[in-house]
């Protein structure tokens, strides 16, 4: 019995540490999937003047997006049939070489190949990473952990534009693609050698036909708010074409789903009413933050006259912001079990913040914009990881992976309707106040330009302030639809059930739907 006991000290002792050693190899590969668009976009001058293909470069982030977004809910599934550990490595895999091969790109063609290549790796990463945390930690703990997470995103988002740049300068762009690799090779290193998951047998079969057709939902649904308004009229055939068959296999999808023995999205999940809310706030958020970050350094650097190498920089109010939030929102979490207040507090600050963004003129100072950065920063910093924990909550463990997965395709969607929605408001907007100030033809010249803070210091004043006023005309109707939307999460905050926290109370305590679960205590089982 002394023995036992023993035995049972020391896994207790060991499990914070080896905890915190996967959490930092997840951290690892969380970062390499978010960091991986901000560098490449610096690096996108350089790489069209020596490949070429300037027409074509809007495809090598759309291409990475689109294998994404269709791979995140097959990675999560995957991991759900067959094991966590096992499908994440070979994610990190994917990656790495999609990775190489980008780096290792002869014309724009094949790059943006590769660039699909990594996109179906960065799927399974992030889903991974949170479904993993699912496992070893209790819902009641995880918060301790939002912190780091929310450290991380801010990292990316800050560090990437600078790493970018200087990787480019000095190093050439193809090493920023290589740089993946050392990084990826310690996270598989370390979470090969520290992760021990218990091993899953199946005898379902993947649900071939519901990926397929989710996947094209998926790819028609970020082709529309890509190409909508830009490459495409909304009304052109092209548009309206995939809207119908994104509705068709929607509606195909949904169908198979209830028929499959093992769906890759089982539609039960979205029974709970906490799952569900979770969902529509998390799509909001992925809104209101990917149009952020897009258009704030924009009116920054074309009216407020900010140097563009600095750009992650500028985004430093809302990102501190966010990151002090979730911790402070975690270690609540993790000490009182509570929760519902967050999503609403969140939700109000959220509205509150791009309401103000949306007041801002030719006139607004930095120090002003930064203080609404903040606000809308920390709404941000309610939500971001809020939204995922209660979603995990709200599911038995068996379905963490679809959970997971589900949650973040709604943000990733989410960001893709902010930023089509968002840039068709600015872009015509920004039309609109050039033609009034300088006349149709004037506007169409001025308006073609890349106009940086260098380039519009050498225009003539009357088209530079022509230029300022229509950006903060487009930002003022960006934001202010990106607040209107944002009132939608508010309100489903709201309608949160508060739902204990599994690991809070009892051993045995379960919410949503996870009565089956087992206690938080075999979480130690886990990690070694």
Known sequence: MVEMTKTAETSEEVKPRSVRVVLMALMIAMLLAMLDNMIIGTAMPTIVGELGGLEHLSWVVTAYTLATAASTPIWGKIGDMYGRKGSFLTSIVIFLIGSALSGMAQDMGQLIGFRAIQGLGAGGLMVGVMAIIGDLIPPRERGKYQGMMAGVMALAMIGGPLVGGTITDHMGWRWSFYINLPLGIVALAMVTAVLHLPKKKTQGKIDYLGAALLTIAITSTVLVTTWGGTEYAWGSAEIIGLIVTG?????????????????????????????????????????????????????????????????GLLLLPMLLSMMVVSLVAGRITTSSGKYKIFPIIGGALMVVGLFLLATMDTGTSRLMSGVYMAVLGAGLGFLMQITMLVAQNSVDMKDMGVASSSATLFRTLGGSFGVALMGSLFTSQVTSTMTDRLGPAAA?????????????????????????????????????????????????????????????????????????????????????
């Open 247 to 311: 509705i068709v296999s929607i509606a195909a999808f949904l169908y198979v789903e209830t028929k499959a023995a093992e769906p890759v999205m089982p539609l039960h999940i979205f029974r709970s009413r906490n799952f569900a809310l979770m969902s529509v706030i998390g799509f909001l958020v992925g809104f209101a933050m990917f149009g952020g970050v897009l258009y704030l350094p924009l009116f920054q650097q074309s009216v407020q006259g900010a140097s563009a190498t600095n750009s």
């Open 444 to 528: 169409t010249k001025a308006g073609s330009a890349q106009l940086d803070a260098a380039s519009l210091a050498k225009l003539p004043e009357v088209v530079r302030d022509a230029y300022q006023h229509a950006v903060a005309a487009g930002t003022h109707s960006a934001f202010l639809l990106g607040a209107g939307i944002a009132v939608l999460g508010f309100v489903a905050a709201w309608f949160v059930k508060e739902v204990p926290l599994r690991g809070a109370g009892p051993a045995g305590a379960s919410g949503g739907g996870a009565e089956k679960d087992a206690p938080a205590a075999q979480a130690a089982s886990l990690a070694h």
